[in-house]
């Protein structure tokens, strides 16, 4: 196998790695207005996701980091093109870290609700962003013969993405959902498996439109056994939450995740942008890579330093696996 065709594989592990972890982190911030009923459920929910979401984060970066090295044109044309939405979902990734850190600085109301509402719009907005972004790259977006974007904002505004970024965000939230019930208590607990039940049927409805869709437009055998996998586990989450099931629950919706996400990149491959003017101009793990000798590198240091990221963030978990609820929460909350 190739080495551009390993680090395409890579990225997709990459990607797939930061929306399982960064899918309930976001899920979890947009329950905080749906799910929460008075600031103390808000700070349960925040602290259950507290340890871990600078964490997650790291997945975004590895991976855009990866696809920097590896795939240069891409880059450079997927970040000129998608400037403006990328760059919203940069700033709102800045704020909601900020927010985490200074909502319970100060006491008064105001200044934690201000907050609070950051941590809602912040996490929704990427949530349905990030698909929007997605949808367009499988799509096909106006790239020209110098491999350089030619469209407009509007352009990326079209139903398959906007379908796109629904699916991504009630998915997110679902997951969300899902993990709440896992890593709480008491009276939260038993409603974030309802709404998480009611999430999941949405959820369904969109991902089975948004997957049919893309299976019918640029699908192949292999993509139609990843939709399967993600359509049967999706079913599976939705049963596992309605049974109590939780830990059975949040697998299942990672593996719909997971299975997604290896449906998109395989619907693509070999190419990583296609154009829509002219397939011929598309970008592909061939002349959008880096040199052989820059892969070879890049392939040494992943095999080193991957082992140890991986050790390190599921110890983070292990340490903070315990379940929370209002009761742990000081008064001074």
Known sequence: MELHTVWFILIAVLWTGYFFLEGFDFGV??????????????????????????????????????????????????????????????LCLIVRGVAFEYRAKRPEHRWQHNWEQAIFWTSLIPAALWGVAFGNIVRGVEIDASKEYVGGLFDLLNP????????????FTFHGAVFTALKTVGDIRARA????????????VVALVFLTWTQ????????????????VALVGAIGAIKAGREGWS?????????????????????????????PAWSL??????????????????A???????????????????????????????
């Open 216 to 231: 019918a437009t640029r699908g192949d055998g292999t993509s139609m056994v990843a939709m399967g996998i993600a359509v």
């Open 303 to 333: 095999a080193v330093a991957t082992p140890l990221v991986l050790l390190y963030q599921g110890w983070t978990y292990w340490v903070f696996r315990k379940r929370i609820g209002t009761q742990h929460i000081a008064d001074a909350h």
């Open 160 to 171: 398959y993405a906007l379908l796109g970024g629904a699916l991504t965000l009630t998915l």
């Open 284 to 301: 592909t793990v061939t002349n959008a890579s880096s040199s052989p000798y820059t892969l070879k590198i890049m392939t040494w240091c």
């Open 29 to 90: 911030g947009v329950l905080t207005k749906l799910l929460a009923r008075d600031r103390v459920e808000k700070r349960v929910l925040i602290n259950t996701i507290g340890p871990v979401w600078d964490g997650n984060e790291v997945w975004l970066l590895t991976a855009g980091g990866a696809t920097f090295a590896a795939f240069p044109d891409w880059y450079a044309t997927l970040f000129s093109g998608f400037y403006l939405p990328l760059l919203v979902i940069l």
């Open 193 to 204: 498996r309802r709404l998480a039940w009611n999430l999941g049927l949405l959820t369904a």
């Open 250 to 278: 949040f697998a299942l919706s990672g593996v719909t995740i997971a299975a997604a996400v290896a449906m998109l990149f395989l619907t693509l491959f070999p190419n990583v942008m296609p154009s829509s003017l002219d």
